[in-house]
């Protein structure tokens, strides 16, 4: 008869509680030297929690309804008589409001209830986007599209740090996969919805229509996941938090006006100054919103980052610059722009859950470096759109961007993610936010100064008319040059993702 072996006391509880702290499930329990697997500890087969569905809910409506915008600026711009600058502000404004104020709010929701602030942000945002369509000018939309932003921060700080605190170690990537899928379902749904609504109703009914599911999506979160208000005197870091939206302000406002006057270059100028100043002052602060040493020091979490800015700043004004292409050189409706456009949402939403399945299994860095060089690619290919360029072509580049934006974009935030401890999963939640949203607000930058360059304050025009003859180069110019520089941008992000496996092999290969 085997004798059975006794273990130190406490040590099978010990090994079986370090199992499920690693996997998610109860590992297996050692006796007579072999192992046998008490329950399965395949991650894979461990169901996500229904707090996921809802969330992934919410990142459907708000995607929905701000790639619809693109497609119907065109008509209102035509409506209102608005430039081509004021088109850019309207996406800009939106972009720097929730840039500036995201990472203070991220700070806040390490002391106050996630959700509560994430349900007043959506209620906000659903509020603003009926507003817009009753407004009457261009000024007053961009104005309302401030409030957006500002109500898309409250959100964008805190939906990762809540599914991240509500789902297992072993299928978070899964987890971040079906949100990513959402936010693209959405996107995809967007142009193709709302062009169709531009075409047969007009632009105002986009923003009636849309505000439905944010208020859906809204009743459906207070009702299944109720939070409990708490609160804890935020200290948070005034002068930095005054300096990062000055910052924003400033290269918002000098990018608008660049090719008007000496005005913009300065403001500018001031703007790069105050973000430099925003830095210094965060590694001095006894209480900073972001410590940059910090975040230098850990090599995956800093390069997780930076590749995020990267990309967004590289692929996000896409839709924006084929939107007015389609519409206005080519002269498509808004119908059959959305029809196109959706070609790379569509995409993207295929991709993201497969590549979150995908980092689970292997290394996410490698599935975000080669979504990094489909965007690349797709932006080279860009960089030759002329008047007579086919509709093939265009799918062709739709397509390339949106498998690279989706194969990069779930690994990239799961790597970021997994890169830090516990309690600073608020803080890099919003911090993956705000990378993200600072390369949105970048891409559009180097819109705005191309459109103010090449093309200027006068308001844009149907087709066939003074547009066409007057403008078309000037706005073919923007294409080109805004895509050139995006492509770069692409490239370095792919260095970035690689990190200094890339310099090693070019040193061992001399």
Not at 211 to 221: H, K, N, R, T, Y
Request: positive net charge; aromatic residues 8%; charged residues 10%.
């Amino acid at each position: 008869m085997t004798a059975i072996r006794r273990l130190p006391h406490g040590s099978v509880c010990r090994s079986a509680s370090q199992r499920i702290n690693e996997t998610g499930v109860p590992g297996a329990l050692e006796k007579g030297g072999s192992t046998m697997a008490a329950l399965s500890s395949d991650k894979h087969s461990i169901a996500l929690p229904p707090l996921v569905y809802v969330l992934a809910l919410t990142q459907f409506a708000l995607p929905f309804m701000y790639s619809g915008v693109g497609v119907t600026l065109p008509s209102l711009g035509l409506e209102l008589g608005t430039s081509g600058v004021g088109l850019g502000l309207i996406e800009t404004v939106y972009l720097a409001a929730g840039a500036a104020f995201l990472l203070s709010l991220g700070c806040v929701a390490q002391r106050a209830d996630k959700r509560t602030l994430f349900s007043v942000g959506l209620l906000v945002y659903a509020c603003a986007t009926l507003a817009i369509g009753w407004l009457p000018s261009t000024g007053s939309i961009v104005a309302v599209r401030v409030i957006q932003g500002i109500a898309s921060a409250f959100m964008g700080a805190t939906v990762m740090a809540i599914l991240f605190e509500a789902t297992p170690a072993g299928v978070r990537g899964r987890a971040v996969g079906v949100c990513m899928g959402a936010v693209y379902c959405g996107l995809a749904a967007g142009p193709l919805v709302a062009g169709f609504i531009t075409t047969q109703l007009g632009w105002r009914w986009v923003f009636f229509i849309s505000s439905i599911p944010l208020f859906a999506a809204f009743l459906v979160v207070e009702w299944a996941y109720k939070g409990r208000w708490r609160f804890s005197k935020p200290e948070l870091n005034w002068p930095s938090t005054i300096l990062v939206i000055l910052a924003v302000l400033l290269l918002v406002s000098g990018s608008s006006i660049l090719g008007e006057q000496a005005l913009g270059y300065l403001l500018l100028g001031a703007g790069l100054v105050a973000c430099v100043a925003f830095f210094a002052l965060e590694e001095r602060s006894e209480e900073p919103m972001m410590r940059l040493s910090a975040v230098r020091a850990n090599r995956d979490y800093s390069r997780g980052l930076t590749s995020q800015f990267l990309v967004y700043a590289a692929g996000f004004a896409m839709t924006f610059l084929l939107s007015i292409f389609l519409q206005l050189v080519s002269g498509y409706t808004a119908q059959e722009a959305g029809l196109l456009l959706v070609v790379s949402p569509l995409c993207m939403a295929l991709m993201a859950p497969l590549s979150g399945y995908l980092a689970d299994r292997y290394r996410a860095k490698s599935v975000a470096g080669f979504g990094a060089l489909l965007v690349m690619m797709s932006l080279l290919l860009a960089t030759q759109i002329s008047a007579g360029t086919p509709v093939e072509y265009l799918i062709l580049v739709l397509v390339a961007q949106g498998v690279g934006l989706g194969m990069f974009s779930a690994p990239n935030v799961s790597r970021i993610m997994h890169s830090v401890e516990g309690d600073q999963v608020s803080i890099a939640s919003a911090l993956s936010a705000k990378a993200r949203s600072l390369g949105m607000l970048a891409s559009m930058t180097v819109v705005m100064i191309q459109l103010s360059i090449h093309m200027g304050p006068g308001p844009i025009s149907e087709p066939g008319s003074d547009f066409v003859h007057d403008m078309l180069f000037g706005y073919l110019n923007v294409v080109e040059s805004s895509f050139a520089v995006q492509a770069g941008l692409a490239f370095i992000a792919m260095l970035v993702v690689a990190g200094t496996g890339w310099a090693r092999r070019l040193r061992s290969a001399r």
